[in-house]
């Protein structure tokens, strides 16, 4: 009977307290970046492959409940328990600014051309900071009905989605005219929703139940109920055809897209998982956890990508058969005329 293996995650300490979000940033130049936020006030930077330890930001006091990178990673954002949101320089750690709030602020995003960045939190109010003027007033978004858990933007930064901590359902509001345009329906209040990369779908988490939604007409695309109460999903965004889950169980489940059916369970964390997210390209995913660690876990291969990986060793060892057949031809071809050419050879390479 085939042994079934066990994932051996990347386990990334630091965190003295509950990990509560993480936001890998885009492909840059220098590579991709992880961003977790704690319960312990401060925000740590890392390597999105090997989970290395860049720095921390240090600046807050009370628990930093959300964070993200803007597309270039070279700014972060921290919205935090202390009434505010800080903008960081993610190449110094340094503190650029401090937007000041009335109360918890939950969520942060910056927009893709990131000239934006959005807050929102326990006083229902969505706030649109420009970061080309980050002294003048924030724009505000029309009261949102509830305490807001979750923010992100879309359609080219034309769209903002918004959840509530207090109530079902997830607001898409036109960002110009601040008005809501749709309503996605949902039972339990959504702990989580991402836009996945290509801008398709729509991720939401409400319950036990992991819902996709079209991103453009609003439809449902699939509905799947989950083991156990779920805080966070996370779409696979290259080929689309897995996700992952994790919450109560304390395990990170990894599902088919397209039937429900579950792939893989890591097991390793200690506590309550409340947050995962898939790295840019899908060959891994972080998962944050109640026990204040980050583990980093590979993908398993998918039938397309191990099609892709085939077809690229076979053109690599085609190569290699061709050079090889080449060497061999030259050698058998090569002809010394004499003696004095040999020795002609022999100088010159000296």
Same mark, same amino acid.
């Given at each position: 009977? @085939?042994? /079934?293996?066990? =994932?051996?995650?990347?386990?990334?300490?630091?965190? #003295?307290?509950?990990?509560? !979000?993480?936001?890998?940033?885009?492909?840059?130049?220098? $590579?991709?970046?992880?961003?977790?936020?704690? /319960?312990?006030?401060?925000?740590?930077?890392?390597?999105? +492959?090997?989970?290395?330890?860049?720095?921390?930001?240090?600046?807050?006091?009370?628990?930093?409940?959300?964070?993200?990178?803007?597309?270039?990673?070279?700014?972060?954002?921290? =919205?935090?328990?202390?009434? #505010?949101?800080?903008?960081?320089?993610?190449?110094?750690? !340094?503190?650029?600014?401090?937007?000041?709030?009335?109360?918890?602020?939950?969520?942060?995003?910056?927009?893709?051309?990131?000239?934006?960045?959005?807050?929102?939190?326990?006083?229902?109010?969505?706030?649109?900071? !420009?970061?080309?003027?980050?002294?003048?007033?924030?724009?505000?978004?029309?009261?949102?009905?509830?305490?807001?858990?979750?923010?992100?933007?879309?359609?080219?930064?034309?769209?903002?989605?918004?959840?509530?901590? !207090?109530?079902?359902?997830?607001?898409?509001?036109?960002?110009?005219?601040?008005?809501?345009?749709?309503?996605?329906?949902? /039972?339990?209040?959504?702990?989580?929703? &991402?836009?996945?990369?290509?801008?398709?779908?729509?991720?939401?988490?409400?319950?036990?139940?992991?819902?996709?939604?079209?991103?453009?007409?609003?439809?449902?695309?699939?509905?799947?109920?989950?083991?156990?109460?779920?805080?966070?999903?996370?779409? +696979?965004? /290259?080929?689309?055809?897995?996700?992952?889950?994790?919450? *109560?169980?304390?395990?990170?489940?990894?599902?088919?897209?397209?039937?429900?059916? %579950?792939?893989?369970?890591?097991?390793?964390?200690?506590?309550?998982?409340?947050?995962?997210?898939?790295?840019?390209?899908?060959?891994?995913?972080?998962?944050?956890? %109640?026990? $204040?660690?980050?583990?980093?876990?590979?993908?398993?291969?998918?039938?397309?990508?191990?099609? &892709?990986?085939?077809?690229?060793? %076979?053109?690599? *060892?085609?190569?290699?058969?061709?050079?090889?057949? +080449?060497?061999?031809?030259?050698? @058998? #071809?090569?002809?010394?005329?004499?003696?004095?050419?040999? &020795? &002609?050879? %022999?100088?010159?390479?000296?």
């Amino acid at each position: 009977m @085939e042994k /079934k293996k066990v =994932a051996v995650p990347l386990v990334c300490h630091g965190h #003295s307290r509950p990990v509560v !979000d993480l936001f890998y940033s885009p492909v840059t130049p220098d $590579g991709f970046f992880l961003i977790s936020a704690s /319960k312990d006030s401060s925000p740590m930077l890392r390597n999105g +492959e090997s989970g290395d330890w860049i720095g921390t930001f240090q600046g807050h006091k009370g628990a930093v409940w959300s964070c993200c990178l803007d597309t270039n990673a070279l700014r972060a954002a921290s =919205a935090s328990a202390d009434f #505010s949101t800080k903008v960081w320089d993610a190449l110094t750690g !340094d503190e650029l600014h401090s937007f000041e709030h009335k109360h918890i602020v939950r969520a942060c995003a910056f927009s893709e051309d990131t000239h934006l960045l959005l807050t929102g939190g326990v006083e229902k109010i969505l706030r649109i900071y !420009d970061m080309n003027r980050p002294d003048a007033p924030p724009r505000e978004v029309d009261k949102s009905p509830g305490s807001v858990r979750t923010v992100a933007w879309l359609h080219s930064d034309q769209t903002i989605l918004s959840s509530c901590s !207090d109530m079902g359902g997830v607001r898409l509001w036109d960002a110009r005219s601040g008005k809501i345009v749709q309503t996605l329906e949902t /039972k339990s209040s959504v702990t989580s929703a &991402e836009v996945s990369q290509d801008g398709h779908y729509i991720t939401t988490v409400d319950g036990s139940t992991v819902k996709f939604w079209d991103a453009n007409h609003y439809g449902l695309v699939k509905s799947y109920d989950m083991p156990c109460t779920m805080e966070s999903a996370s779409l +696979e965004p /290259k080929y689309g055809n897995k996700f992952v889950a994790g919450g *109560e169980d304390m395990w990170i489940h990894v599902f088919d897209f397209h039937t429900g059916n %579950e792939i893989a369970c890591n097991k390793g964390h200690h506590g309550p998982v409340h947050c995962v997210r898939f790295s840019p390209g899908g060959e891994s995913y972080a998962s944050g956890s %109640e026990d $204040g660690t980050i583990r980093i876990w590979q993908t398993p291969l998918s039938h397309d990508a191990a099609s &892709e990986a085939l077809s690229a060793n %076979e053109a690599i *060892e085609k190569v290699m058969k061709i050079s090889a057949d +080449e060497v061999s031809h030259k050698i @058998e #071809s090569f002809h010394i005329a004499d003696e004095g050419k040999s &020795e &002609e050879n %022999e100088q010159a390479g000296e």
